[in-house]
Nanobody, 125 residues
Framework: QVQLVESGGGLVQAGGSLRLSCAAS????????MAWFRQAPGKEREFVAR????????YYADSVKGRFTISRDNAKNTVYLQMNSLKPEDTAVYYC??????????????????WGQGTQVTVSS
């Protein structure tokens, strides 16, 4: 079983950047598809980005496309989310997620089996 720990969140002004990290332990992440989700107060958890097992393909929610970049370093057992041009509507708790199982959509929270505890990102206007 893999354990995930996110870091890198914080308070940033609109237009700024942050890089989130998701450090895995217990298992190597090379056998897991990885994703980032976020959840704002009073809203459901939503898909942000995902990356395939080998890192060859990435997928993004329309709301972050062109601003966020997901990447993985299997040697460091870490996944990253580079967030640029941040907007106040990006404010949320960001979660890292993993699964070994390929599912039809891979963009729903239920598609992932392992989760970190989350890291808060707050973007001020």
């Amino acid at each position: 079983q893999v354990q995930l720990v996110e870091s890198g969140g914080g308070l940033v002004q609109a237009g700024g950047s942050l890089r989130l990290s998701c450090a895995a332990s217990g298992r190597t992440i090379s056998s897991y598809a990885m994703a980032w989700f976020r959840q704002a107060p009073g809203k459901e958890r939503e898909f942000v980005a995902r990356i395939t097992w080998g890192g060859g393909r990435t997928y993004y929610a329309d709301s972050v496309k062109g601003r966020f970049t997901i990447s993985r370093d299997n040697a460091k057992n870490t996944v990253y989310l580079q967030m640029n041009s941040l907007k106040p509507e990006d404010t949320a708790v960001y979660y890292c997620a993993a699964t070994k199982v390929y599912r039809a959509t891979m963009v729903m929270a239920d598609d992932y089996d392992y989760w970190g505890q989350g890291t808060q990102v707050t973007v001020s206007s």
